[in-house]
């Protein structure tokens, strides 16, 4: 069953707006990690926030953490038609696989 | 290399045959991992490498899937007797080590696999 699960599964908005997508999970974590795939094939790694931590920033990227709820979030700011792509959550869970959810489509119109 | 290499890229084969797909990760990682992904779906996990033991094979689908890894470096996933549910996107990545506490998954760019 997948651990880690995105909400909204699609998500539409005009080129400058911000993004807003949200991964829950269900097990105790190591850390946890933000991908993002364009066009079905390879993702690629965006930013990884550990368990200890509840902020990180990455240019227009901010994730947050929080443990006690089991979930997180990623916000693009500013968002750009380039940004159109899958966005998925995984979580690593103490020395077992990373474990991804079903993923968030975000579509950026310009 | 620079970066995971998976080939072929794209495989179309007959109902019936046997498939191999083959992973070439980031030279130095440990850890090595099989997802497949259907059309418009999540990454659906399969097996995982630690050096060239699989501590997880729980999410092969059947025993007509197998993995292996030799030399801690290439995998190779078969697929025998394929079909046509087994259409999809088979992505490999690899990272340093699996529990390492902060480390990525470099992800190959995929084999479509079309069972016709």
């Known amino acids: 069953s997948q651990q880690g699960e995105e909400d909204p599964q699609a998500l539409s908005i005009q080129e400058g707006e911000n993004a807003t997508m949200n991964c829950s999970y269900k097990t105790s974590i190591n850390n946890l990690q933000w991908y993002r795939q364009n066009s079905g094939r390879g993702l690629v790694h965006l930013i990884l926030i550990r368990s200890n931590e509840r902020e990180k920033h990455s240019g227009r990227l901010r994730v947050t953490l929080d443990t006690s709820k089991k979930s997180s979030s990623l916000l693009i700011t500013a968002s750009r038609a380039a940004d159109t792509a899958s966005y998925f959550c995984?979580?690593?869970?103490?020395?077992?696989?990373?474990?991804f959810g079903a993923g968030t489509i975000l579509r950026v119109k310009s | 290399g620079a970066g995971v290499s998976q080939s072929p890229s794209n495989k179309v084969t007959e109902k019936g045959k046997d498939v191999e797909l083959r992973c070439d990760p980031i030279?130095?990682?440990?850890?090595l991992y099989w997802y497949r992904q259907s059309l418009g779906q999540g990454l659906e996990f399969l097996i995982y490498?630690?050096?060239?033991?699989?501590?997880?094979k729980s999410g092969l689908p059947s025993d007509r899937f197998s993995a292996e890894r030799t030399g801690g470096s290439v995998s190779t996933l078969t697929i025998q007797r394929t079909q046509q549910e087994d259409s999809a996107v088979y992505l490999c990545?690899?990272?340093?080590?699996?529990?390492?506490?902060?480390?990525?998954?470099?992800f190959g760019q995929g084999t479509r696999l079309t069972v016709v």
């Open positions: 990545a690899s990272s340093q080590s699996v529990g390492a506490g902060n480390t990525e998954a470099f």
């Open positions: 490498f630690q050096g060239n033991s699989a501590p997880d």
């Open positions: 995984a979580t690593d869970a103490w020395g077992n696989k990373l474990v």
């Open positions: 030279s130095g990682h440990t850890a």
